[in-house]
Nanobody, 126 residues
């Protein structure tokens, strides 16, 4: 069974940085996307960033594109989200999520992923 385990959340001051990690296991194919979804009570779930293991393409939500970077260490079965210049509005539970893709025309839907981690809390506050 696919398992995703996140780590790296915590408390950071505005303008600071954090790096989230997600270790995946149980994948038998490379036809999936994997990335980060965040959730704050009262706000719409947001797909932050993902990377396709099928074609290597990446996606970033516009609000984080210039501040966050997704990367993958295939040898460690791990993806990362480097978050710089953090803002209070980045405060959320960040989930590692993966979803199967069935064509080259894949897209990142924060409600359409198939596998989820338990989440790691990121709090940006002074």
């Amino acid at each position: 069974e696919v398992q995703l385990v996140e780590s790296g959340g915590g408390l950071v001051q505005p303008g600071g940085s954090l790096r989230l990690s997600c270790v995946g296991s149980g994948f038998t194919h490379d036809d999936y996307i994997i990335g980060w979804v965040r959730q704050t009570p009262g706000k719409e779930r947001e797909g932050i960033s993902c990377i396709s293991k099928y074609d290597g393409k990446t996606y970033y939500k516009d609000s984080v594109k210039d501040r966050f970077t997704i990367s993958s260490d295939n040898a460690k079965n791990t993806i990362y989200l480097q978050m710089n210049s953090l803002k209070p509005e980045d405060t959320a539970v960040y989930y590692c999520a993966a979803g199967r893709i069935y064509s080259d025309n894949w897209y990142f839907s924060p409600y359409g992923m198939d596998f989820w981690g338990k989440g790691t809390l990121v709090t940006v506050s002074s």
